[in-house]
């Protein structure tokens, strides 16, 4: 009988749904993906300002939490979920239905919520800028429903490719 008590043969992990752990891979997913987006707009204005070097240095620092956000979504891909949706990701079609679900979501909640509570507080170009985002998700939602669309085309012809090769 092998002896499983050393590295070379790891107990079975729990799964990770549920659990405190995938709280905080989302939580930490939310908060790369976040630094990744600050760090490129604040290098976008170390160049405005001339200081090149330090744009480079928050480029290459935002390409550095892009890969921490993408190790998050692995684990988070592995415990069943995209941390927007709750949906399933991983495979092409199941990546764009979370992609769908989160852009439709902005387009008819999020964002008309937010421009509603702006307007409440005389904020106008606020719930302008809200207003716009809300639009511009609506058709990220739509290419991503072609795109969906498109590849379930290809995915069926396909699959009847190959049942016409078995025939």
Request: no cysteine; proline share 4%; net charge negative.
């Given at each position: ?7 070379r043969?790891?107990a ?73 949706t ?5 495979t ?21 919520e ?13 719930a ?16 991503f429903r ?16 190959g ?5």
């Amino acid at each position: 009988m092998t002896d499983r008590s050393d590295d070379r043969f790891p107990a079975a992990e729990p799964p990770l749904a549920g659990t405190r752990t995938e709280a905080n891979l989302i939580r930490a997913f939310m908060s790369e993906a976040a630094a990744n987006r600050r760090f490129l707009y604040f290098a976008r204005q170390a160049d405005i300002e001339g200081f090149n070097d330090v744009a480079a240095v928050f480029r290459s620092i935002a390409e550095g939490e892009t890969g921490h956000a993408l190790g998050h979504l692995e684990f988070l891909e592995e415990a069943g979920g995209d941390p927007a949706t709750g949906l399933p990701i991983g495979t092409t079609p199941q990546n764009l239905r979370a992609a769908i679900a989160s852009e439709e979501e902005d387009a008819t909640g999020v964002y008309p919520e937010m421009a509603r509570v702006a307007r409440d507080e005389g904020q106008i170009e606020a719930a302008e800028w809200f207003e716009t985002l809300a639009r511009a998700e609506r058709a990220h939602a739509a290419r991503f429903r072609r795109s969906l669309t498109s590849l379930e085309e290809i995915l069926d012809e396909t699959a009847a490719e190959g049942d016409d090769d078995g025939a």
